[in-house]
T-cell receptor, first 115, second 115 residues
């Protein structure tokens, strides 16, 4: 069965600190996609990244970076030099490549960036 | 990216009534979905809205309770029937565009409160 675990339910850091959000997943499939979404207080879900299981290269996009490690089934997300606007709930998610419509979401990590 | 709008953005309904939520995408998309996000919880897929045929429901969701329509490639409705307080949730529409990147975009959500 597929499962996504975000062990950190809530994190608070002071602005400009770096913060890493952990994500561990379980799947019996050898091919799958991993996602991160951001849900700000407005409620809308914002797509951040999608990685496929073939590509373990880490990715950087501005202040955001993602560390995908198949050996530990982890797909962690780091925000560098955090800003107050980064305050949101962040969801890690997984879908099977053979059925990439069904996305299994983790429970989310609520991130507070304190000024 | 696809722009998705939902109506209404929020509603308060009485027990036993029904609410129909509309989802409009600004361009043709291959797939549309409906998710539920219960208070403080993660997102759960309700069903895939299929154009011109019956929706495909996930385990635990049935057509009688959550009838779905998708008359064309840009529009879908979800009805939550015979409302009870347990149906109080955010309902999100999402769309998947087959453009090679398979990014699943989400609407702003409809916040339903049942009294």
């Amino acid at each position: 069965a597929q499962k996504v675990t975000q062990a950190q339910t809530e994190i608070s850091v002071v602005e400009k600190e770096d913060v890493t959000l952990d994500c561990v997943y379980e799947t019996r499939d050898t091919t799958y996609y991993l996602f991160w979404y951001k849900q700000p207080p407005s409620g809308e879900l914002v797509f951040l990244i999608r990685r496929n299981s073939f590509d373990e290269q880490n990715e950087i996009s501005g202040r955001y970076s993602w560390n995908f490690q198949k050996s530990t089934s982890s797909f962690n997300f780091t925000i560098t030099a955090s800003q107050v606007v980064d305050s949101a709930v962040y969801f890690c998610a997984l879908s099977e490549m053979r059925r990439d419509d069904k996305i299994i979401f983790g429970k989310g990590t609520r991130l507070h960036i304190l000024p | 990216s696809a722009v998705i709008s939902q109506k209404p953005s929020r509603d308060i309904c009485q027990r036993g009534t029904s609410l129909t939520i509309q989802c409009q995408v600004d361009s043709q998309v291959t797939m549309m979905f409906w998710y539920r996000q219960q208070p403080g919880q993660s997102l759960t897929l309700i069903a895939t809205a299929n154009q011109g045929s019956e929706a495909t429901y996930e385990s635990g969701f049935v057509i009688d309770k959550f009838p779905i329509s998708r008359p064309n490639l840009t529009f879908s409705t979800l009805t939550v029937s015979n409302l009870s307080p347990e149906d109080s949730s955010i309902y999100l529409c999402s769309a998947l565009r087959d453009g090679g990147r398979y990014e699943q975009y989400f609407g702003p959500g409809t916040r339903l409160t049942v009294t």
